[in-house]
């Protein structure tokens, strides 16, 4: 273990309003509570933080939540101390200056703490040797599904936790009417937090007309205007509930992340985008379906085709063939119908494969453990 006075900075820039800061917030919390180490949160956005963590203030240039000192990046670098270990979250840029000043100390590990991937070749370059200023050698550290990366994030007991929420009725029902969810009754319980999406109407059609009834929990976020599009109203607030045929749909408060965690917990299918989102529905058991987050070239197909191909290990073809079409019509903004009532066909496969495939992954240690001992191993 590193000693407890070790210094870790942690840099976020915020791209996607949630994803990137949603991980460092995560993790910096992570290795306070559960590694004993100091850790300054340096973020350029704290307004988007100020959404997963309300008792943020926005205007302050420091401040202390849980046990983090969470500092504001600002365009005019203060002067200050270089950390001992020095994390660039996502390849964000260090500020010059302080790159000056882990030069004139004696050399901080830097890590360039990268993008989910399940791609083959994460294996072969988590932990290489990257780009070195001056003095100071940065390295990869890739978080993954294989053994040889940095693993997820994943706080101690978090699978017991969920284990105990998922057995009690009376518990998932009580968290459910603290968000004022009354469950339509029989209903398939989804939660739905996504990027735009060209598929949802077919989606929407798809479960209105279903012989099951469908209730669909909606996060505050960008899906809302498509959502609203279908229901065929201009706009859309939390709180609202509306009902079509078989389908209720409700609006959500954006929930901070424990909350998150829970309403994941709490239902039968869950559709998610970017990553902090996607690892955190992993953990909870339950058949999902990844908005991968676009990128040029469409290089984000390969990685969700990777993901898919080791996923799917362990299903029969039907179902293997049943959750991959919807992903890829969900990822191509394509019809839903087909792929959807596909996947229900094999629903009792997909949750007992989504909870084995939880377990497994738990099997590696987390990421910031793998963090911590990395840092161990290097001093």
């Known amino acids: 273990m590193p000693d407890t006075n070790t210094r870790w900075d942690v840099f976020c820039t915020v791209v996607d309003n949630f994803g990137d800061i949603g991980v460092t917030w995560r993790l910096a919390r992570q290795l306070v509570a559960e590694h004993s180490v100091q850790v300054r949160l340096w973020v350029d956005d704290l307004r988007a933080f100020e959404r997963l963590c309300p008792e943020i203030d926005n205007q302050l240039a420091q401040q202390w939540q849980q046990g983090v000192e969470v500092r504001h990046w600002p365009a005019d670098w203060p002067a200050v101390d270089a950390a001992d270990v020095v994390i660039a979250a996502f390849a964000c840029q260090l500020p010059a200056p302080y790159m000056d000043a882990m030069a004139a100390r004696e050399p901080p590990l830097w890590l360039n703490l990268d993008y989910l991937s399940a791609e083959d070749w994460v294996v072969g370059c988590h932990g290489l040797p990257s780009v070195k200023y001056r003095n100071v050698q940065k390295y990869f550290f890739f978080p993954g599904f294989r053994q040889g990366t940095g693993g997820l994030l994943r706080e101690r007991g978090l699978?017991?936790?969920?284990?105990?929420?998922?057995?009690?009725?009376?518990?998932?029902?009580?968290?459910?009417?603290?968000?004022?969810?009354?469950?339509?009754?029989?209903?398939?319980?989804?939660?739905?937090?996504?990027?735009?999406?060209?598929?949802?109407?077919?989606?929407?059609?798809?479960?209105?007309?279903?012989?099951?009834?469908?209730?669909?929990?909606?996060?505050?976020?960008?899906?809302?205007?498509?959502?609203?599009?279908?229901?065929?109203?201009?706009?859309?607030?939390?709180?609202?509930?509306?009902?079509?045929?078989?389908?209720?749909?409700?609006?959500?408060?954006?929930?901070?992340?424990?909350?998150?965690?829970?309403?994941?917990?709490?239902?039968?299918?869950?559709?998610?985008?970017?990553?902090?989102?996607?690892?955190?529905?992993?953990?909870?058991?339950?058949?999902?379906?990844?908005?991968?987050?676009?990128?040029?070239?469409?290089?984000?197909?390969?990685?969700?085709?990777?993901?898919?191909?080791?996923?799917?290990?362990?299903?029969?073809?039907?179902?293997?063939?049943?959750?991959?079409?919807?992903?890829?019509?969900?990822?191509?903004?394509?019809?839903?119908?087909?792929?959807?009532?596909?996947?229900?066909?094999?629903?009792?496969?997909?949750?007992?494969?989504?909870?084995?495939?939880c377990l497994e992954q738990a099997l590696q240690d987390d990421l910031a453990a793998a963090l911590v001992q990395f840092y161990v191993n290097w001093i």
């Open 159 to 357: 699978l017991e936790r969920r284990r105990q929420f998922q057995q009690s009725a009376q518990v998932q029902r009580e968290f459910l009417q603290g968000l004022g969810i009354e469950r339509a009754p029989d209903s398939l319980l989804i939660s739905l937090f996504a990027y735009e999406n060209a598929g949802l109407a077919s989606w929407l059609d798809c479960l209105a007309r279903d012989s099951t009834p469908s209730h669909m929990l909606v996060p505050e976020g960008r899906i809302l205007g498509d959502v609203a599009r279908w229901l065929g109203v201009e706009e859309l607030a939390a709180g609202e509930v509306h009902v079509r045929d078989g389908l209720t749909v409700q609006v959500l408060p954006f929930v901070r992340q424990d909350q998150y965690d829970l309403l994941l917990w709490s239902c039968d299918f869950n559709a998610v985008r970017g990553e902090d989102s996607f690892v955190r529905a992993q953990w909870a058991g339950r058949p999902l379906l990844w908005h991968i987050y676009r990128q040029d070239e469409d290089i984000h197909l390969d990685k969700l085709e990777a993901f898919l191909a080791l996923y799917t290990k362990g299903l029969s073809p039907p179902a293997s063939e049943a959750i991959s079409g919807l992903w890829r019509a969900w990822n191509d903004g394509a019809a839903m119908t087909d792929g959807w009532q596909a996947t229900r066909k094999y629903a009792p496969e997909l949750q007992q494969h989504a909870e084995a495939w």
